[in-house]
Each structure stands twice: as structure tokens, then as C-alpha cells.
């Protein structure tokens, strides 16, 4: 079984995450107040950002109007759920307090909040290329979903090179599944508890396919969730020209993979 290394090196690209001292201090910095407005850039668009339960979040439909508008509510919406981006929803006085800052029209009457990160990944997927984080050729995520008696793998992001490349690796029968047939892969065991999956969909591996470890350290998840961002359908011409926005993080562990 391969394991996931402790630490990922801090190189990250500024324009994909924030710094995590920065991010830290932004987040749960005393200078946060409840319903305080500030403003963000988000692939050099201005972006109005709004914090609720002491974390800053970015208002949906603000990005969806500048950034996607060349893309349906449809397909932002679905590729939003496949990420597993919950959009949590404004208050009232919230409402009021985006409408004042020119952020939602007068006539709206609801809007959805993500935070930056969620909003960066979002965007990626639509506008930024679809190229891997980088990362050592012999590395692989530890990963297990639920669906049936669930089961347990090894995703070689090395072999990801198509929606249905076969990727990942069962820790049980050593054979290669592509994600959207792993998820209707599963072993019984002891310890197994029977799930009952959802319709047969394919593309809902994003959201049933999760890593192992739940508590991995967060440039392991920051680059799962890069890798989930993939092939996730859409081809349209960008829009946008992104540039500098790849990952130029690398592993400084390299994992072993046995064959």
C-alpha cells in the first residue's frame, strides 16, 4: 500500500492559493468582523467578498456574471456540485449588505457564498489549463469511497491522463480501475458496512471518491482536489487568458509504487 508523504513543499504559485501564513491571518485574524464587506481579486476581476461564521466568502453569482458568464447557470452548477463546492446561503440583511455594495442586483432574492479557494478551483476548471499539479512520477493518493461495501485504492495522478484512464490501483485485488468505474467497484469485508449507492452515474465519482486520510495536511488535499478538477467536462475555447496560474509545487517525498 502506498501512503501519502506528511508534507508537501510550501512553493505554491500566489495566484492559485493564498500564502498560509497570509491565509491564516486573514481567515481568523482578529480584524474579521460578522457581515464585514471587502473587496477580492480573483483572476484580476474584482471580486465582493462578505464574511459569515468569521470566514471570508465570495459572492457566486458576482463570479458567475463576470468571470463565467459565457457559461450556462447549468454548467456552472453542476460543476460546482462535482467539486464538492457547498454554497452556503445569505441571510437577508446579508442580501441587503451585497445589494449596497454593488455586488447582486435589487431584484435578487437569494444568493449563494463560496470562499476564495472553493472560488479559485471553480474557476480553474472552467478557465485555467488542464494540467496536474506537479508532483513525482511514483506518487499516489490514498483514496476509498463508500458506495456498496466500499473499497480502497491508490490514485496515480502519473496515469490520469484521460476522464476514463484506468488510475487507480484496489488495495485489495490489484486491479486498475478508472474513477468513474472504481465507485461501482467494491470488496466485502469484516469491518464493511453495506451502503446503498446512488443511481448509476459516472460522474459522480468527484464527490463519493475522497482521500483516506481525513486529517491530510493541505497541500495533499489542495492538490487532490486539482487533480478531481480534471477532465471534468466542458471544452469551450477559455475565455480568459490565465497565465502564471499553474501549480509550480512539487513533493519533495517521492512514494514508492508498487506495480
Same mark, same amino acid.
Not at 115 to 140: D, V
Not at 176 to 201: G, L, M, V, W
Given at each position: 500500500?502506498?501512503s501519502?508523504?506528511?508534507?508537501?513543499?510550501?512553493?505554491?504559485d500566489?495566484?492559485?492559493s493564498?500564502?498560509?501564513?497570509?491565509?491564516?491571518?486573514?481567515y481568523?485574524?482578529?480584524?474579521?468582523?460578522?457581515?464585514?464587506?471587502?473587496?477580492?481579486?480573483?483572476?484580476?476581476?474584482?471580486?465582493?467578498?462578505?464574511?459569515?461564521?468569521?470566514?471570508?466568502?465570495?459572492?457566486?453569482?458576482?463570479?458567475?456574471?463576470?468571470?463565467?458568464?459565457?457559461?450556462?447557470?447549468?454548467?456552472?452548477?453542476?460543476?460546482?456540485v462535482?467539486?464538492?463546492?457547498?454554497?452556503?446561503?445569505?441571510?437577508p440583511?446579508?442580501?441587503?449588505?451585497?445589494?449596497?455594495?454593488?455586488?447582486?442586483?435589487i431584484?435578487?432574492?437569494?444568493?449563494?457564498?463560496?470562499?476564495?479557494?472553493?472560488?479559485?478551483?471553480?474557476?480553474?476548471?472552467?478557465?485555467?489549463?488542464?494540467?496536474?499539479?506537479?508532483l513525482? =512520477?511514483?506518487?499516489?493518493?490514498?483514496?476509498?469511497?463508500?458506495?456498496a461495501?466500499g473499497?480502497?485504492?491508490?490514485?496515480?495522478?502519473?496515469r490520469?491522463?484521460?476522464?476514463?484512464?484506468k488510475?487507480?490501483?484496489?488495495?485489495?485485488?490489484n486491479?486498475?480501475?478508472?474513477?468513474?468505474k472504481?465507485?461501482?467497484?467494491?470488496?466485502?469485508?469484516? =469491518?464493511?458496512k453495506?451502503?446503498?449507492?446512488?443511481?448509476?452515474?459516472?460522474?459522480?465519482w468527484?464527490r463519493?471518491?475522497?482521500?483516506?486520510?481525513?486529517?491530510?495536511?493541505?497541500?495533499? %488535499?489542495?492538490?487532490?482536489?486539482?487533480?478531481?478538477?480534471m477532465?471534468?467536462?466542458? %471544452?469551450?475555447?477559455?475565455?480568459?487568458?490565465?497565465?502564471?496560474s499553474?501549480?509550480?509545487?512539487?513533493?519533495?517525498?517521492?512514494?514508492?509504487?508498487?506495480q
Amino acid at each position: 500500500m502506498e501512503s501519502i508523504p506528511n508534507q508537501l513543499p510550501a512553493g505554491r504559485d500566489s495566484s492559485c492559493s493564498p500564502n498560509s501564513k497570509q491565509d491564516l491571518q486573514s481567515y481568523s485574524g482578529p480584524t474579521l468582523k460578522p457581515n464585514q464587506v471587502s473587496e477580492t481579486s480573483l483572476y484580476g476581476i474584482p471580486i465582493v467578498s462578505l464574511v459569515i461564521d468569521g470566514q471570508e466568502r465570495l459572492c457566486l453569482a458576482q463570479i458567475s456574471n463576470t468571470l463565467l458568464k459565457n457559461y450556462s447557470y447549468n454548467e456552472i452548477h453542476n460543476r460546482r456540485v462535482a467539486l464538492g463546492i457547498t454554497c452556503v446561503q445569505c441571510t437577508p440583511v446579508q442580501l441587503e449588505i451585497l445589494r449596497r455594495a454593488g455586488a447582486m442586483p435589487i431584484s435578487s432574492r437569494r444568493c449563494g457564498m463560496i470562499t476564495k479557494r472553493e472560488a479559485e478551483r471553480l474557476c480553474k476548471s472552467f478557465l485555467g489549463a488542464h494540467s496536474p499539479p506537479k508532483l513525482p =512520477e511514483n506518487f499516489a493518493f490514498d483514496v476509498s469511497h463508500e458506495c456498496a461495501w466500499g473499497s480502497r485504492g491508490n490514485f496515480i495522478p502519473a496515469r490520469y491522463n484521460s476522464s476514463r484512464a484506468k488510475c487507480i490501483k484496489c488495495s485489495f485485488c490489484n486491479m486498475y480501475f478508472s474513477p468513474n468505474k472504481f465507485i461501482f467497484h467494491s470488496h466485502r469485508t469484516p =469491518e464493511s458496512k453495506y451502503t446503498q449507492p446512488d443511481a448509476a452515474n459516472f460522474n459522480s465519482w468527484r464527490r463519493h471518491l475522497k482521500l483516506t486520510d481525513k486529517n491530510s495536511p493541505d497541500d495533499v %488535499s489542495h492538490a487532490w482536489e486539482d487533480v478531481k478538477a480534471m477532465f471534468n467536462g466542458g %471544452s469551450r475555447k477559455r475565455t480568459l487568458p490565465i497565465g502564471g496560474s499553474d501549480r509550480s509545487s512539487s513533493l519533495s517525498t517521492q512514494v514508492p509504487r508498487g506495480q
